[in-house]
């Protein structure tokens, strides 16, 4: 709550305040004492008649989707209740102008409803951060009818968006892909050499005659085709070292930072699931938590969940995540491949750091 005193105004209360004493003092009488009095409780009244304003005052805010990505446009509907008979005249809306725009509502726009009157604003939307924070209607400023204060009050209920991160390659770009790719290590669990393997088993309607081992079948007295070899691919993993939970979560710096760690958290996810290739991402959402992309339908599960779903839920969670990320820098992984993403890096320090 943030109140403004209108030096104007005040000063036309006061001067008003002087001379119905003045006037009071030399003629008296119950006229005088009574236009004194109600000078006197003009500022009383008006802050009573201020908050009952904002005590019968109802916003409802909702957008057309339950998660919408970041940059796409959406319809948003906020409706204006007077809940009570005593008319609000020319109430101020402000908007959260840093995290979303509202194409077809201004900030600072006036709105007035008469006793028990509702009024109802529609308008395209589209957020600028990934993440789940508060967007829309953030408070609503009312003043007195003499214009001596306005006050600016928060509304009492926000609307939080579950925003998605677009689908980049920002990841691509600074990920040392290739190198990982051509590690051998262990077999992919959906791919397949082209080249046949040693491996037998029962022909299958559909199977290539090309691949049918005809001195085999001949011995088993049965069709034996050649199986395929699993194609060899480093497994990897990635760990998500988020922020640790903070107070200001709707700050705007906050916001950027999660923004740009969701996208490149996606991104990695997305380049191998993309190509069928698994990869193994521990978060945390709660408690630990463990899931594999290793296709396109896994990947959109796993993006479905993304925006608001990476949270610590005890300090128990958070030190499992900070004691796996300094084991896997400080020892060799074998066969596994780790990528550490840092939400918050220290000074000098990338977001992400690849471990061998």
Known sequence: MRIQIHKRGIIVYLMAV???VAF?????????????YGVLCLIPLSILYTFLNYKFLNIFQEIEVHKSTKGEEHNYRVLFENGSILPIHKMAIKTLDDRCTLHDIESGEKISLNSYEKKELTSKISCKYAGA????????????????????????????????????????????????????GLKSDRLYEVVPGSDMRNYQIGDSIKAINWK???????????????????????????ERDIEAKDDISYLKKRDEFLE???????????QQVPVRLIYPSGNLKEFTV???????????????????????????????????????????????????PQKGENNFIICN
């Open 18 to 20: 002087v001379a119905s």
């Open 24 to 36: 009071a003092s030399f003629y008296g009488g119950p006229v005088s004492y009574a236009w004194l």
């Open 133 to 184: 924070y508060n967007i829309g209607i953030e408070k609503v400023v009312l003043s007195d009818p003499f214009n001596i204060y306005t006050v600016d009050l928060n509304v009492l209920y926000n609307f939080r968006a579950v925003v998605r991160p677009q689908i980049t390659d920002v990841a691509s770009k600074v990920l040392d892909i290739e190198n990982i790719f051509n590690n051998i």
């Open 216 to 242: 085999v079948s001949a011995k088993h007295n049965q069709l034996m085709v050649r199986q395929p070899e699993r194609m060899e691919k480093r497994r990897v993993t990635i760990l998500v070292e988020a």
């Open 264 to 274: 490149f958290i996606v991104s990695a996810a997305w380049h191998f699931g993309e």
């Open 294 to 344: 290793d296709s396109k339908k896994s990947f959109i599960e796993f993006y479905g969940m993304v925006a608001d779903g990476i949270y610590y839920g005890s300090d128990r969670t958070f030190n499992e995540i900070h004691r796996l990320a300094v084991e896997k820098r400080g020892n060799s992984n074998e066969d596994d491949t780790w990528i550490i993403v840092k939400e918050a």
